[in-house]
């Protein structure tokens, strides 16, 4: 060993470990969706929304979820955007308030670059009859029962049918699914959870 051996030990030591933090960050942490300016009318309604019955929590009691509920918007591509993080959810406020008439979403990773367990890791486990809680900023609960589960392929997912469906109250949870496609960034299903309000 020569006096430049622990050096080097000491310089490859630093170098593994930034790596490794920097990778750890990545992975655990998805660079954030660059949101993208709604239209004026999306952005109205919106506004229009109390803070106050906006969820702040989602529950799933078969799963053991029970995670923190982010506000997204759309990104540049113009879908909605992802949460920032492992083990939030997200809701798209643009779209329906989740207790009203309409489809409310919300979506959350299944995985993380290091391949550890997202907060929608096992989504499709989810029975048809299962529960499903949404809690607002004023500590109300809202009763949702699971009534389908399906699976579409990542780029032909019936968009209507997720955001659009007016026909009830109506709380929907995506999620990837499927194969990692890597020159695509993105898995090649996107598993769905429609749930409708319970009546009271």
């Known amino acids: 060993m020569n006096r430049f051996t622990p ?3 000491g310089a490859a030591t630093l170098i593994a470990g930034v790596v490794f933090v920097t990778t750890f960050v990545h992975a655990v942490y998805y660079a954030p969706d660059t949101e993208a300016p709604p239209s004026p009318s999306l952005a109205s309604a919106a506004a229009s929304i109390p803070s106050a019955v906006k969820p702040v929590r ?3 009691p078969a799963l053991g979820i029970d995670a923190n509920v982010q506000q997204l918007g759309i990104n540049a591509k113009g879908a909605m955007m992802a949460p920032s993080n492992f083990t939030d959810v997200g809701w798209y406020r643009y779209g329906t308030v989740p207790g009203h008439v309409g489809s409310a979403v919300i979506d959350g990773h299944v995985d993380n670059g290091l391949g ?3 907060v929608f890791k096992h989504l499709g486990d989810v029975q048809k009859g299962d529960d499903i809680y949404i809690e607002d900023q004023n500590g109300k609960k809202l ?3 699971v009534d389908d589960v399906q699976i579409y392929p990542f780029d032909a ?3 209507q049918k997720i955001f659009g469906q007016t026909d009830s109250a109506r709380l929907n949870l995506i999620t990837c699914a ?3 496609v890597k020159g695509q960034r993105t898995y090649n299903e996107r598993l769905v959870v429609y749930s409708k309000l319970a009546p009271s």
């Open 157 to 159: 997912s019936p968009a």
């Open 58 to 60: 989602l529950i799933v």
């Open 116 to 118: 550890l367990d997202g």
């Open 178 to 180: 499927g194969t990692w």
């Open 143 to 145: 009763h949702f029962i």
């Open 7 to 9: 050096w080097l030990i």
